[in-house]
């Protein structure tokens, strides 16, 4: 961030984020207070009508149709699409996948994905974006429709990865993307950054083109993210392993390798090792250990080269969830996203500098990462509820140690999934998003489904109560002594989904919340809004059949905590996922992901026209009467 910009901005944050962690409890006044200012004489019937207080909208029912469909009284318009030109010189979209390597460095990227909205210092109209563009569409990216069939093929697909950040103004009550702003900027799969923390220069992260193990090439696969106390973003790698493969036909693969689902060649892989050496594990083993990092960037100095910091761990991150301890260090939140991996929480060993944001810069350098253990619990199938224990993964303690494979912390944090496995981690139903509750301090985790539960040495129970889990459910916890720094904890799970309609009186009708007019499946995208609103984005089948009649396309439902009612807010256009989330400062604008519109076809979301390829869009959702969003 600009210096000059610092003492405005401290302010923002501060004043965005005072309450969050230790301080929750003393703010949830204010933040309920907040959300109930702004609701229409309309919206408070409705509410009243349901029993909910947050919520002040009328359900959406299910939905195919290839558009956004929101409540009375809402309205959407696209902020930003794949291929818009974001400098004064891009060139135009052309909307058949013809633009060149070089060209797509200079447009917004494919399959937006978690972001984050940045106030502008002193200025309430003028804000940054940072949004991640996680992976490829390559019958819609390329103009073959094909995967990679050349190196030119294998960079245009580098360039549309990773994060892009943009300005935004608002002008008539209307944010807008700024395409020429010196703020826009592509952070992509090519670009140097910087290797922080225990794992920087570790022989494992050492490559011919870098033999210090200091500098990386690239972020990628970046699925969601999280918004630090001091300014920054955190950008999350998840599935980096599908960037590589194997020219050689008969490599072994090693146990890490192995962990990661490295394949010679498969139906995710996104075919850069052919065309590129730095993908092919036969040729270039290190670079894969190079990836699945968090990530920080400054959005606010657009030259600023962003930073890996391996404090956190190695693994397929999802998002990263911020919260304080009591006595006023950082807490980061993440799970890892895979059938049967694991939920990690890290603890600066720093206290937060609340007068200076400044001197945080490096304070995720420093600290320890956990990962969680779960006991059995009451065994409730409607609601089950048990205890955990936060593991420590620190060198040379709980068998972390050199014969085991751990010789650093370095060797730690690069091989944090097997360093779980060896203290006894819990293997989770594919935990996604997690969000922290501003007015309790309470975790919420999606939990997203897992065809391998009851298998797989994944054994049913606990928080993974069901076997094949169709569904998924949400997770919850608070830590000991409402401390997000403790050791122990106690969950429940909050939500589970299910079909109450196809299966009922059965597990996977889901739990007592849901019915024939709220039904999803595979809840993913999670996050609060400042009046406790919790928001829940799905990315499941959308086939409307079979376990899955009755619920449409992927859609975005909201969840009142404290009644424990949910209701549909939102239904995506045909095909895609509905990923990241974020708003503006008054919450009378919702900023929302449409991923990968027309995956399997049969979308022309969002331009509607002919000979135009359907595209991954940032929408912004406001309210007829300017009110805010889902009071
Ligand atoms: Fe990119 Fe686990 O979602
Ligand atoms: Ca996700
Ligand atoms: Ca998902």
Same mark, same amino acid.
């Given at each position: 961030?600009?210096?000059?910009?610092?003492?405005?901005?401290?302010?923002?944050?501060?004043?965005?984020?005072?309450?969050?962690?230790?301080?929750?409890?003393?703010?949830?006044?204010?933040?309920?207070?907040?959300?109930?200012?702004?609701?229409?004489?309309?919206?408070?019937?409705?509410?009243?009508?349901?029993?909910?207080?947050?919520?002040?909208?009328?359900?959406?029912?299910?939905?195919?149709?290839?558009?956004?469909?929101?409540?009375?009284?809402?309205?959407?318009?696209?902020?930003?699409? !794949? *291929?818009?030109? @974001?400098?004064?010189?891009?060139?135009?979209?052309?909307?058949? $996948? #013809?633009?060149? /390597?070089?060209?797509?460095?200079?447009?917004?990227?494919?399959?937006?994905?978690?972001?984050?909205?940045?106030?502008?210092?002193?200025?309430?109209?003028?804000?940054?974006?940072?949004?991640?563009?996680?992976?490829?569409?390559?019958?819609?990216?390329?103009?073959?429709?094909?995967?990679?069939?050349?190196?030119?093929?294998?960079?245009?697909?580098?360039?549309?990865?990773?994060?892009?950040?943009?300005?935004?103004?608002?002008?008539?009550?209307?944010?807008?993307?700024?395409?020429?702003?010196?703020?826009?900027?592509?952070?992509?799969?090519?670009?140097?950054?910087?290797?922080?923390?225990?794992?920087?220069?570790?022989?494992?992260?050492?490559?011919?083109?870098?033999?210090?193990?200091?500098?990386?090439?690239?972020?990628?696969?970046?699925?969601?993210?999280?918004?630090?106390? !001091? *300014?920054?973003? @955190?950008?999350?790698?998840?599935?980096?392993?599908?960037?590589? $493969? #194997?020219?050689? /036909?008969?490599?072994?693969?090693?146990?890490?390798?192995?962990?990661?689902?490295?394949?010679?060649?498969?139906?995710?892989?996104?075919?850069?090792?052919?065309?590129?050496?730095?993908?092919?594990?036969?040729?270039?083993?290190?670079?894969?250990?190079?990836?699945?990092?968090?990530?920080?960037?400054?959005?606010?100095?657009?030259?600023?080269?962003?930073?890996?910091?391996?404090?956190?761990?190695?693994?397929?991150?999802?998002?990263?969830?911020?919260?304080?301890?009591?006595?006023?260090?950082?807490?980061?939140?993440?799970?890892?996203?895979?059938?049967?991996?694991?939920?990690?929480?890290?603890?600066?060993?720093?206290?937060?500098?609340?007068?200076?944001?400044?001197?945080?810069?490096?304070?995720?350098?420093?600290?320890?990462?956990?990962?969680?253990?779960?006991?059995?619990?009451? *065994?409730?199938?409607?609601?089950?509820?048990?205890?955990?224990?936060?593991?420590?993964?620190?060198?040379?303690?709980?068998?972390?140690?050199?014969?085991?494979?751990?010789?650093?912390?370095?060797?730690?944090?690069?091989?944090?999934?097997?360093?779980?496995?060896?203290?006894?981690?819990?293997?989770?139903?594919?935990?996604?998003?997690?969000?922290?509750?501003?007015?309790?301090?309470?975790?919420?985790?999606?939990?997203?489904?897992?065809?391998?539960?009851?298998?797989?040495?994944?054994?049913?129970?606990?928080?993974?109560?069901?076997?094949?889990?169709?569904?998924?459910?949400?997770?919850?916890?608070?830590?000991?002594?409402?401390?997000?720094?403790?050791?122990?904890?106690?969950?429940?799970?909050?939500?589970?989904?299910?079909?109450?309609?196809?299966?009922?009186?059965?597990?996977?009708?889901?739990?007592?919340?849901?019915?024939?007019?709220?039904?999803?499946?595979?809840?993913?995208?999670? *996050?609060?809004?400042?009046?406790?609103?919790?928001?829940?984005?799905?990315?499941?089948?959308?086939?409307?059949?079979?376990?899955?009649?009755?619920?449409?396309?992927?859609?975005?439902?909201?969840?009142?905590?404290?009644?424990?009612?949910?209701?549909?807010?939102?239904?995506?256009?045909?095909?895609?996922?509905?990923?990241?989330?974020?708003?503006?400062?008054?919450?009378?604008?919702?900023?929302?992901?449409?991923?990968?519109?027309?995956?399997?076809?049969?979308?022309?979301?969002?331009?509607?026209?002919?000979?135009?390829?359907?595209?991954?869009?940032?929408?912004?959702?406001?309210?007829?009467?300017?009110?805010?969003?889902?009071?």
């Amino acid at each position: 961030m600009h210096d000059e910009q610092l003492t405005d901005l401290e302010r923002l944050v501060l004043s965005r984020r005072r309450f969050i962690g230790a301080g929750a409890l003393a703010g949830a006044a204010l933040f309920l207070g907040g959300g109930l200012l702004g609701r229409s004489a309309l919206a408070e019937g409705v509410a009243a009508a349901s029993g909910s207080p947050l919520m002040g909208f009328a359900n959406v029912p299910a939905s195919t149709a290839d558009t956004v469909t929101l409540p009375p009284g809402y309205r959407f318009r696209p902020l930003i699409s !794949w *291929g818009q030109p @974001l400098h004064a010189d891009s060139v135009p979209y052309r909307g058949d $996948g #013809s633009h060149s /390597a070089a060209e797509q460095l200079t447009q917004f990227g494919d399959n937006t994905d978690g972001m984050s909205f940045f106030p502008w210092p002193g200025d309430a109209n003028r804000a940054l974006m940072a949004i991640n563009n996680e992976y490829l569409n390559y019958p819609y990216l390329l103009a073959h429709g094909e995967h990679p069939q050349s190196l030119e093929d294998v960079r245009k697909a580098q360039a549309a990865v990773g994060v892009t950040v943009i300005e935004v103004r608002r002008e008539g009550g209307e944010w807008r993307f700024v395409q020429g702003s010196p703020y826009n900027r592509r952070i992509h799969a090519n670009l140097p950054i910087a290797v922080s923390g225990p794992a920087r220069g570790n022989d494992l992260l050492k490559t011919e083109a870098d033999p210090q193990g200091v500098e990386v090439l690239g972020t990628f696969q970046n699925c969601s993210s999280g918004q630090t106390l !001091w *300014g920054t973003y @955190l950008t999350c790698e998840e599935n980096f392993s599908d960037c590589f $493969g #194997s020219s050689d /036909a008969n490599l072994e693969f090693t146990p890490d390798q192995k962990r990661f689902s490295v394949e010679h060649a498969s139906v995710n892989d996104n075919y850069w090792h052919l065309h590129d050496a730095r993908f092919d594990v036969s040729k270039t083993p290190n670079e894969l250990n190079r990836h699945g990092w968090v990530t920080e960037i400054d959005p606010f100095d657009p030259d600023s080269k962003p930073i890996k910091r391996t404090a956190l761990g190695r693994f397929k991150h999802e998002n990263a969830a911020l919260a304080t301890t009591k006595d006023g260090r950082v807490v980061v939140y993440m799970g890892d996203d895979e059938r049967g991996e694991f939920i990690y929480k890290f603890v600066t060993r720093d206290r937060l500098d609340t007068r200076d944001l400044k001197a945080n810069r490096d304070i995720l350098d420093h600290g320890t990462l956990y990962v969680a253990r779960f006991d059995d619990g009451n *065994g409730d199938p409607d609601h089950p509820k048990g205890r955990g224990q936060w593991l420590e993964l620190t060198a040379g303690k709980n068998g972390l140690t050199a014969e085991n494979g751990f010789a650093s912390q370095g060797d730690v944090v690069i091989r944090a999934r097997q360093a779980g496995t060896q203290v006894g981690a819990t293997r989770m139903d594919r935990p996604e998003w997690i969000a922290v509750s501003p007015k309790d301090g309470q975790v919420y985790c999606t939990l997203t489904n897992n065809s391998k539960r009851g298998g797989d040495g994944q054994p049913v129970g606990g928080p993974n109560p069901r076997e094949n889990n169709l569904y998924g459910q949400i997770l919850r916890w608070r830590e000991a002594g409402d401390d997000a720094g403790a050791s122990t904890f106690e969950w429940d799970l909050y939500i589970i989904a299910g079909n109450p309609v196809v299966h009922p009186g059965t597990p996977n009708a889901g739990s007592h919340q849901i019915n024939a007019d709220n039904m999803f499946n595979s809840p993913d995208g999670l *996050g609060f809004d400042d009046a406790g609103r919790l928001w829940v984005l799905t990315d499941g089948k959308f086939s409307n059949a079979g376990d899955y009649a009755g619920m449409g396309n992927n859609q975005m439902l909201c969840a009142d905590p404290g009644t424990g009612e949910i209701r549909r807010f939102m239904v995506g256009p045909v095909g895609c996922e509905v990923t990241g989330l974020a708003f503006s400062p008054d919450h009378r604008t919702m900023f929302v992901g449409i991923q990968h519109p027309g995956e399997e076809g049969g979308s022309s979301f969002p331009d509607h026209q002919p000979g135009m390829r359907p595209r991954s869009t940032v929408i912004a959702i406001t309210r007829e009467d300017d009110g805010m969003i889902g009071a």
